[in-house]
Every structure is written in C-alpha cells, then in structure tokens.
C-alpha cells in the first residue's frame, strides 16, 4: 500500500523524461511553424520588408519566440533559405525518378530546378552571410548536405540503369548546381523566363552519362574499327 502515494506523487509531478522529450517536441513544431510562415513572406517581400511581428501573426505565435528560437531575424532568413533549398534539392530528386535515360534524367532535374524561385532565395542568404559570418556555418553545411544527396541520387540512378557516368558523382553533383546557380541567377537579372533558364542550363550542362544503348553502340563502333587500323599498321 505503501506505494500508491509514491507513484501517486510521480505522476502528479510527472515524468521529468517524458516532460523533456514533449518540451523538444513542441520545440521542433513551433520551429518548423514559424520557418513554415516566414519563408512564403520572405520571397515575396525581402528581409527588409517583412516584420517579425507578421510572421509570428501568421504562425499564431509571439515575436519573442522568433527571438527565442532563432536569435534575429536574419537567421530566421538564412535557415529559410537554405531549408527551402533542400527541399527543392528533394523534389528535383523526385521528379527525375522516372527517366529512363541520362537525357531524360538531366532535362527533368533542370525543368524542376528552374521552374522555383529557391536558388534565387538561397543566393540572398549567401550575400547576407557576408556581412553576418556567425550564420555561415548553416550554409556550409546545407551546400555540403546539397551536393552529398545529390551525389547519393545521381549513383543510385546509374546503378539502377547502367549508365555510364562521365564524371564521378561528387563531381556531377557539384557542377551541376554550380550551373543552376549561376544560370539561375544571371537569367533572374536578365528576366529570362523558366524556359530558357532550363535551356541554358542543358547546353551548358551538356551530356552526363552514357546509356546502355549508346555504350553498346560505341563498343560495336571499336570492335569494327580495330581490325582495320591494325590492317593498316600492318
């Protein structure tokens, strides 16, 4: 009988464990809120242009746990950014999982890329860390997470299809979002529509990997050449 008051007063008290992991839990939503509502107001408005007061408005919360959970508005910007990145970097994944071949492939992870505004959003982010070298290490980390993914992807693909990859992963990984950044944001200065900034982008980006067929054709092309040059040396 001696117990029913002890457990009694734990449960009253509650379970410090529990209490910790649903603290982290609602920090984790009230986060992902928050970034949820800044994001869409920090594209179409700027930094400049959008208080803490409307995004906290928009997520039903309180200006102060902007400040509690991300310091300044600033990062808030940053982390939107590069968040928004990641998951356009997911969706660009996603779209190009039903090409059939290296040609397919490279269009579809182009189209998608270029038809969203989230490289123009992150590249703000790269020039504010400029001036704010504290939010630098956040971006690091999304470009280094960026090219890893994509790498993981775009092996996985030539694996599953057997291509022939004209470059190591890490290397196609990087190069081409180095060509999306820069197509990118040069068409974004220009006014050039999502059409061409795809176009650009696959001249630019040229051809990635051989497909089975074409490897099978170039195999037969050799073996057919051969004989003949060594007829000739001969």
């Not at 397919?104 to 070298?133: G, M, N, P």
């Not at 176009?199 to 092309?221: H, N, P, Y």
């Amino acid at each position: 009988m001696a117990e029913k008051p002890a457990q009694d007063a734990l449960e009253a008290a509650g379970d410090p464990k529990h209490a910790a992991r649903a603290t982290r839990s609602a920090g984790r939503k009230m986060r992902s809120l928050l970034l949820d509502a800044a994001s869409p107001m920090f594209r179409e408005r700027g930094l400049s242009g959008t208080a803490i007061t409307d995004i906290a408005a928009a997520a039903d919360a309180f200006p102060s746990q902007i400040t509690y959970y991300f310091r300044t508005k600033e990062a808030l910007f940053v982390e939107c950014a590069c968040r928004d990145l990641l998951y356009l970097a997911r969706a660009t994944e996603q779209a190009a999982l039903k090409a059939r071949t290296p040609r397919e492939y490279t269009h579809a992870l182009a189209e998608t890329v270029t038809a969203s505004d989230s490289i123009a959003f992150f590249a703000e982010a790269l020039t504010l860390t400029r001036r704010r070298q504290d939010l630098a290490p956040l971006v690091e980390r999304t470009i280094e997470r960026l090219h890893a993914e994509g790498a993981r992807a775009y092996a996985g693909q030539v694996a599953r299809h057997g291509w022939r990859s004209l470059r190591a992963p890490d290397e196609s990984s990087r190069r081409f979002w180095a060509v999306a950044i820069g197509v990118i944001l040069e068409g974004y200065a220009m006014g050039r529509s999502p059409e061409a900034l795809c176009a650009e982008m696959l001249r630019v980006l040229g051809e990635q990997a051989k497909s089975t067929g074409d490897t099978a054709r170039l195999r037969l092309v050799d073996e057919r050449d051969t004989p003949r040059n060594s007829n000739e040396e001969g």
